[in-house]
């Protein structure tokens, strides 16, 4: 009997013994294609040998240093690399444990942002409806994944939200694509209004919302109008980026599609890209320089921020996404992605959609291809597909309430960028036959 608290309490999962490429085996041999990175963290595949030799010689030289009292060579090389590639203004990196940590630094560096400048009216933050921002309660209260919400709403500090950028779902047929943008960027203007622009820290969006929509990126135009608003009254723009950034999306950073530059950005996942737990916050020099100035004190820190060996797994890595040219890998291996996605599945019955960019790739999944009907939530099709696949020897990230938090299904895929065509090609044919037994 395990005495590990496991995430579902009714089922016993298989113990992974080792890892090599894109592919995880069990205790009992059983190979796994690993479709989906975990949850979209394994970015350079398993047992990449320059990133296990950069843990173990830091592991030699210094394990841990308290950043209360230390700084440390590994972070400060990879605070350098992330600024030398951030989107323009980006100066500070604050070194974390995780995405959800990223976010809770970023919501409580917002907030004294303007304590620090004399505005301490500003309490609200405001974030979209169909977003997923971590699972502390402070990430937790501002995403909006409502399933993951309601057990803790009583006890969360909650945002307030507006509609999703979601073409599929929420285009009329009567406007272009852009008009939809920016009627659904519009939507932050007019909650700004509603809730006093005087009383607003900031929006807080993914750029290519992730699990809880399935890889839904922004129409052109919609997040240039987001960045127009912020400034016209004020507000800061924090763009989570924890799981489609770090080259997933075939950019460093996701952003970067979209021609915008946040004011706070966070990362994590494909930051170490699952070789060690590290997160990142990163802000303006403008932010910074606020409360350097100020009370030249951030109030917030954890014990293992800035952790020598988790920045040597990820200078590690974030080396080889940028010199290395594996963000370019995962743009060009995201079209062969794609291109086989659309020529297997694109006029399957029950599939909807497929989106996404680079290696992110969502896949939605339907009752009835001409209405968009989605399944009967009854039928359980997200969980269903996940359970199949698996037994098929396919890890993938299937998620229900797609739609509105009840309705709808979707397959997220995020595989390692080293994947190669011939993987694509086993990829997409275990999602075939998955497709075909649960529907």
Known sequence: MSHVFPRHCRSTPPVAVRAEGIYIYDADGKQYLDGSGGAAVTCLGHADPDVTAAIKAQADQLAFAHTGFLSSQPAEALADLLVKHAPQGIDRVYLVSGGSEAVEAAMKLARQYFVEIGQPSRTKFISRRQSYHGNTLGALGTGGNMWRRAPFDPVMVSASHIGPCFAYRFQDDSESAFDYGQRAANELEAEILRLGPENVIGFLAEPVVGATAGAVPAVEGYFSRIREICDAYGVLLILDEVMCGMGRTGKLFASEHDGVSPDIVTIAKGLGGGYQPIGAMLCSGQIYDAVAGGSGFFQHGHTYLGHPIACAAALAVVTKLTDGGMTARSAEMGDALNAALHSALGQHPHVGDIRGRGLFRGIELVADRETK???????????????????????????????????????????????????IGELVGKLSDTLAEVT
Do not use: R, W
């Open 373 to 423: 009907a989605p399944f009967d939530p009854h039928l359980g099709i997200a969980a269903k597909f996940k359970k199949a696949a698996f037994a098929n020897g396919l890890i993938c990230y299937p998620m229900s309430g797609t739609i509105d938090g009840q309705n709808g299904d979707h397959v997220l895929i995020a595989p390692p960028f080293i994947i190669d065509e011939s993987q």
